[in-house]
């Protein structure tokens, strides 16, 4: 698996057939095992910096949290790096490896419904009952 530095191109040949041909080479060159931020040629919120610096958080750290940080740490577009950091952070650790203390807090209030806001059970209820249906 290219998360865990396997070659890419070997890797993820799905992944790789819908990845343009103009793009390939920049592809592979994010997910090599010894990219590392420092060799972007672009700022980190442009799509191959991004996803590099996420796969490069996720090689270099144990934990979901670790990985978060240290894409957060790079510095730049955070917000946008560290929601693809997530992503795939979620993926390899599973949902329950992100912090409570980092769920407890959230709340989305619903427009239109008076008081009515949705907690984490809620949302991740909401998530479930989204992904249920999505087949």
Do not use: K, Y
């Not at 010894?34 to 270099?60: I, K, M, Q, S, Y």
């Amino acid at each position: 698996m290219a998360l865990n530095g396997d070659d890419p191109l070997i890797a993820l040949p799905g992944a790789l057939a819908a990845v343009h041909d103009d793009q390939r080479e920049r592809w592979a060159t994010v997910l090599a095992p010894d990219w590392h931020p420092g060799l972007a040629t672009e700022f980190n919120g442009a799509v191959w910096p991004c996803l590099g610096t996420a796969v490069w958080a996720l090689r270099t750290t144990h934990t979901f949290e670790a990985a978060l940080a240290a894409a957060i740490d790079v510095g730049g577009d955070t917000d946008t790096v560290a929601a693809v950091t997530g992503g795939l952070a979620g993926a390899v650790h599973g949902r329950g490896a992100i912090p409570s203390r980092w769920t407890e807090p959230l709340h989305v209030p619903l427009p239109g419904f008076g008081v009515r806001v949705l907690r984490t059970a809620q949302l991740t209820a909401l998530a479930r009952n989204l992904d249920s249906h999505s087949s």
